[in-house]
Structure formats: C-alpha cells, structure tokens
C-alpha cells in the first residue's frame, strides 16, 4: 500500500520522507553510513519475463519467487551487501536508493521490451516503498504487480497492481 501511496503522490508533488530507526530509535536521519551501495544483480538470461526482487530488509531466495509464479523469468535483484531491517540510516541513503532504482527500472524496460507487466517482490524499508512508489513514471513504466508475504499462505501474494492503461 505504500507503493501506491508514493505512487499517487509522484516525485511532481513536494514531499520529504522519514524512516522511523530501531537504533536509536528515532524519526530523524542518522550519519550517512560508510560503504552503503546497491547492488544490482541481473539475470544470466532475459530470455524470460522480468520480475523484480529488492531484498534491503531481508533477503528474498530465488526459489520463493518459482513457487508464486509459472513459467520462464528473468530475475532482477535490487539489494546491499547485509539486508536488515534498520539499514535504511541517511536522507542521502534514501537518494541512492531512487537513482538505483531509476536505473533499474530502465534497464529492465530496454532487456525486455515486448514485457507486459513487471511482478515485484519487495523486502524493504518503509521510506523505500513510499519513494518507489514516488519515482514511477505513469506512462513509461510496465504496470507493477505487487506481491507481499502472506504468514497464512506461507509464501508471497498478488496483492495489487500500479498501472493501467488508463493512467
């Protein structure tokens, strides 16, 4: 839901967003962390359809994403060196992330041009999930769909999709 939030706002509406830290706990931004880089990981093929992982919080195994979804894919992989939940310390931090994703998002559109829809599995941040939402660009972007870990179903779900024709 805080992709789509971020999604409605769009980067065309001024906002500054804030990662609530477990350590110290605290809504304000921290010392920009040393060596703090993401990493892309493409797939060895993009023979299959794309899907995205961003593993920031935590890692997202492979296997997960097979277990959803059928068919040949390509994934993608947005991550940093040790996922945790309280990695996420800086404003600049969170400015990494967008220019990251930003990149990504064109890399796989140009890998993929004939796709239809890109699947996101996200493991990240809060203040992530409401700037990706943010930098989407409405009528270059695949539609999104989104899956979310589901306890019940012990394994991720299709939770909603961002983008339609009628954007």
Request: glycine share 4%; with cysteine.
């Amino acid at each position: 839901m805080l992709i789509l939030l971020g999604s409605l706002f769009t980067e065309k509406v001024p906002a500054n967003v804030f990662q609530l830290h477990r350590e110290p706990k605290t809504w304000e931004w921290q010392p920009h962390p040393e060596n703090c880089n993401f990493i892309i990981n493409q797939p060895a093929s993009t023979s299959g359809q794309p899907v995205l992982i961003i593993s920031l919080s935590a890692r997202i195994a492979h296997d997960r994403i097979t277990n959803v979804l059928q068919g040949e894919h390509s994934i993608w992989e947005l991550t940093i060196a040790d996922p945790h939940n309280d990695f996420l310390k800086s404003e600049a931090q969170l400015a990494m992330f967008r220019e990251a994703t930003r990149k990504l998002m064109v890399a796989i559109k140009s890998a993929h041009p004939s796709a239809t829809e890109l699947p996101i599995f996200p493991a990240m941040p809060v203040a992530c999930a409401v700037e990706l939402g943010r930098i989407r660009m409405p009528k270059a972007e695949l539609p999104w769909v989104l899956f979310d870990q589901n306890n019940k179903h012990n394994g991720f779900i299709k939770t909603l999709t961002i983008g339609h024709s009628h954007e």
